[in-house]
């Protein structure tokens, strides 16, 4: 079930983070997400549908570098890290990682436009600086999207800890 949940959620985001592309609209659900099931689940479980995905949307954008893929794997180390200090309860903790999701994800962007042939980046800068700002409260929303999600389908191991907390407290009384 858990890897049936991991799959189609990275699909739908690859899906919906392509549908807004086609209209302009820089919106990068599978990083948010990506750093979402890093946290949760660690980094080797879902590593491969989220590269599968990021590779998908790279070769669709026609960029000339894996700008999702690089973000990805720069996120998955950022994960580590911030799963033995940082906090995935509290509102301004995921805005904060949502706004590091972002800052890498524009800094990246950028560098593929500073390689790219016609060097077109003075258009793409207000979406990214508006991208960035938008991106702690979406990474806010996607995670407790995602984790309510868990709960519903009773998948743990994509359970925050504070919702295994609060689901293991009401299954006992439950019982």
Known sequence: MYFCCMFTIVFLAGVIEAGLGNYGFIVQLVPLIGFYLFVVSGW????????????????????????EC???IILA???????????MSSGLALCLAGWSIGFVSCGVILLESYFRADKAVSGDVQRLVFWWLSSGPCHYIVCNALNKLAIILNVRQLMMASAMHLYD???????
């Open 44 to 67: 080797r479980h879902p590593l491969l549908p989220l590269l599968a995905m990021c590779g998908i949307l790279d070769a669709m954008y026609m960029r000339c570098l894996p700008v």
């Open 77 to 87: 180390f950022l994960a580590e890290g911030w799963r033995s200090w940082g906090d």
């Open 169 to 175: 407290e009401e299954s006992s009384h439950e019982e």
């Open 70 to 72: 690089l973000v990805l």
